[in-house]
């Protein structure tokens, strides 16, 4: 189990770009896959991106592909989620998640580990 913390929400305006970071705890980050969900109110928690342990792989929900990337970094710990050309349906709650199994992370099952999330708000 990792302890993940998230930071790096706010405010912008459309068109305009975020970067999210996770950082985790624990000695044995690198033997984790990393994602990121969000969730807009009313809303279910929807799969946004994942990176294997290495880094070597990553995917993306079409809603974000080409927008979006994710990268990590083992030696700190932290992934990192840089979001470009936001649009306003990119608001919501933004969480991190982490598994020994990238699988599960791209289908949001299993026992996942959790930040407590961050808000990400774009205006139009």
């Known amino acids: 189990q990792v302890q993940l913390v998230e930071s790096g929400g706010g405010l912008v305006q459309a068109g305009g770009s975020l970067r999210l970071s996770c950082a985790a705890s624990?000695?044995?980050?690198?033997?984790?896959?990393m994602g990121w969900f969000r969730q807009a109110p009313g809303k279910e928690r929807d799969f946004v991106a994942a990176?294997?342990?290495?880094?070597?792989?990553?995917y993306y929900a079409d809603s974000v592909k080409g927008r979006f990337t994710l990268s990590r970094d083992n030696a700190k710990n932290t992934i990192r989620l840089q979001m470009d050309s936001l649009k306003s349906e990119d608001t919501a709650v933004y969480y991190c998640?982490?598994?020994?199994?990238?699988?599960?992370?791209?289908?949001?099952?299993?026992?996942?580990?959790w930040g407590q999330g961050t808000q990400v708000t774009v205006s139009s």
């Open positions: 998640a982490a598994s020994t199994k990238m699988p599960d992370i791209v289908a949001g099952r299993g026992g996942l580990d």
């Open positions: 990176i294997n342990w290495s880094g070597s792989v990553t």
């Open positions: 624990g000695r044995t980050f690198s033997r984790y896959a």
